[in-house]
């Protein structure tokens, strides 16, 4: 039966961008945020990054939400958090009493450990569905996400919410091979490269063609159109090109070196790699070669009500065989380039909010340095999405209430100190195997880690869920220098590392008994 009150997934964007526009701030008024942090990515894909199942918890720093005392969160997960967890968060939030802030948090989980997006479980879920959206108060609530695909906009429709982020119909934009020409609308430098295919012996074609452009190129890069930190891309290593040798030769070069591809992904093999590019489609681009060379990038904001605000620039760390899979990052970017980065990521934004695109998007770039010491920048992809550079950003905001001033590209705290942090969702040693979050909690404590409220300095950890079974943690080291922030980075990891070694007896707090 007809619901004469159903709004589509279009009526609903648009409600959120004329309550937007009505608001003189929008994100101070009363409203009920539901966050659903479901990486709906391909599965394969994620299955390959250790702990994956555990990076919903990078959105908890959405829990700064909170900090405005008439706003209500519901956060979903596919487990449950430990206790422990929440209340590491709530009480990093300055001027609201604890208690305060946990009254207006909700946490819902699917108790569903498979490798499903969370949001798919969600909807199999129709009784959980009926439980938030009776949560939701009707025309005060919005919904949160990792990324937008159509599960997403099935949900909002059922709980008939907006959704703040792009339209799934927008998610061409944020691929390879659409990143690639927004570049070229924008009038932003990337690589040559190919359009996308969707078949290996396209993809032989097009990677000769390039060759045979760019005979210099040592190395291409081949990438599935959707990926994840890298996980997709893989580099073919290219022999001299042979002098007065045919098309078709070079063709079949290509085609016997595909199979010997430099895989980023661990384990990825040839055979599943190409069995994906029908499904993905492909593109071929150029390997840009340099030293030094960076990996910088830049984020930005698109309001509902389609303004352009750019939020922060990062120098990306980055591993892998090639450096292509994504580790951590520094904030900001060198001086020597971020405020060029602004200008470039800025006008990829406004092309993506022509399109109707909203919320968190970034760009990536390879930076390599000139003989005059300039630097060019060369734009590799668009992340329709909020990213790995996107938690550590709102960790920043969480515990010193400052802003960006894009007129420097820096961070101020409101007594205008100058911030700095490194953060990394990596750091990973067989050795924190075993590690429960509350012996993370007695090392910080009797090593005096833990963030210092009067100076605005220390290490903020996440994905605390993945230490125990893969000895990985996240955390952001913020300090009022570069060199303090990489120090206080090296003092987490060396107190960790003492820690668990077998010579040494483990800290442990006991509880006090009366």
């Known amino acids: 039966m007809h619901n004469p009150s159903f709004q589509t997934f279009a009526a609903l964007q648009q409600q959120l961008r004329q309550r937007w526009q009505d608001s003189a701030d929008f994100e101070a008024d009363d409203q009920d945020i539901l966050v659903v942090p479901s990486f709906s990515v391909d599965q394969r894909v994620g299955q390959k990054v250790p702990g994956f199942l555990h990076y919903e918890e990078r959105l908890l720093f959405s829990l700064i939400r909170l900090r405005n005392p008439h706003t209500r ?21 300055s001027g ?71 339209s799934p119909s927008l998610n061409y934009w944020g691929s390879k091979s659409g990143s690639r020409e927004i570049f070229q609308t924008a009038g932003v430098p990337f690589p040559d490269g190919s359009a996308l295919v969707k078949t290996v012996p396209e993809l032989i074609q097009v990677t000769a063609q390039l060759w045979e452009r760019q005979p210099h190129l040592k190395r291409i890069v081949i990438k599935l159109n959707e990926g994840f930190s890298g996980e997709g891309n893989a580099v073919l290593k290219l022999p001299a090109l042979s002098p007065g040798a045919s098309f078709t030769e070079h063709c079949e070069q290509i085609a016997a070196a595909l ?133 550590p950003l709102m960790t920043l905001q969480l515990l010193t209430n400052g802003f960006y001033d894009c007129a420097t590209g820096s961070f101020f705290t409101p007594q205008h100190q100058k911030k700095y942090y490194i953060a990394s969702d990596n750091l990973q040693k067989p050795q924190y195997q075993g590690l429960l979050p509350s012996d993370l909690m007695d090392i910080i404590a009797a090593h005096g880690l833990h963030f210092d409220s009067s100076t605005k300095t220390g290490s903020v950890f996440h994905l605390m869920g993945t230490l125990s079974e893969f000895g990985k943690l996240g955390l952001t080291s913020i300090g009022n220098s570069p060199e303090e922030a990489a120090q206080i980075y090296q003092q987490v990891e060396q107190a960790l590392d003492l820690e668990t070694t077998s010579q040494r007896p483990a800290t442990v707090t006991l509880p006090l008994t009366w």
């Open 259 to 391: 199979p010997k591809l430099s895989f980023q992904a661990s384990g990825e093999t040839w055979d599943n790699f190409a069995s994906r590019i029908p499904e993905l489609g492909a593109i071929a681009e150029a390997f840009i070669e340099g030293d030094p060379k960076r990996s910088p990038s830049v984020q930005g904001l698109i309001t509902p009500s389609g303004e352009v605000q750019i939020l922060s620039t990062h120098d990306q760390i980055l591993g892998g065989q090639d450096g292509q899979i994504y580790l951590g990052c520094h904030f900001p970017a060198a001086s020597e380039y971020r405020l060029q980065l602004q200008e470039l990521g800025l006008k990829v934004g406004k092309i993506l909010a022509e399109k109707g695109a909203m919320e968190r998007y970034g760009v990536d770039f390879i930076a390599t340095e000139n003989p005059d010491h300039s630097w060019d920048l060369q734009a590799i992809e668009i992340n329709l999405r909020k990213g790995g550079t996107t938690h």
């Open 73 to 93: 969160l519901i956060y979903v997960t596919a487990q449950p958090l430990a206790p422990l967890i929440i209340d590491y968060y709530l009480q990093l939030l």
């Open 96 to 166: 609201i009493p604890f208690s305060h802030a946990r009254d207006r948090l909700l946490l819902v989980t699917t108790y569903d450990n498979s490798y499903k997006p969370l949001t798919q479980k969600i909807l199999e879920r129709p009784r959980l569905v009926e439980r938030i959206r009776r949560a939701l108060r009707p025309n005060q609530s919005y919904m949160v996400c990792y990324n937008s695909t159509p599960l997403e906009q099935e949900l909002s429709e059922k709980l008939q919410i907006p959704l703040f982020a792009a």
